[in-house]
């Protein structure tokens, strides 16, 4: 029977550490969602991390109740302000120090 070098079973063990960690980082970003209300309140989006649109809540009666470019800029100001928080939370997971390795390296260069 043949044994693994010490140092090639230490990169082995290393190497399934890490797929583990992007595991559970992945599962927290699946599960970033963003509800932020319209102005009014009548709206309220959900969007997942990505920034796409996964669900869309109009309080009754606000589709009768504004002109099309009214209820226009009360759904895209939600949606905004939703895309901005989820992506405020995909930094924050972005941003926790994975133990034994470097801080990422955001978009602004900043790590």
Request: charged share 25%; net charge negative.
């Amino acid at each position: 029977m043949s044994s693994i070098h010490p140092d090639v079973q230490a990169a082995l063990d290393a190497a399934r550490d890490l797929r583990h960690r992007i595991a559970e980082m992945r599962e927290r970003i699946d599960d970033i969602r963003a509800r932020r209300p319209s102005p009014s309140g009548a709206v309220i989006p959900e969007v997942d991390a990505m920034g796409r649109l996964t669900d869309l809540y109009l309080a009754p009666g606000t589709a009768a109740r504004l002109t099309s470019p009214e209820l226009v800029a009360e759904i895209m100001a939600a949606i905004r302000e939703s895309t901005a928080d989820a992506a405020r939370q995909y930094q924050s997971v972005m941003e926790v120090p994975v133990e034994g390795t470097e801080p990422v390296a955001t978009a602004s260069g900043q790590a």
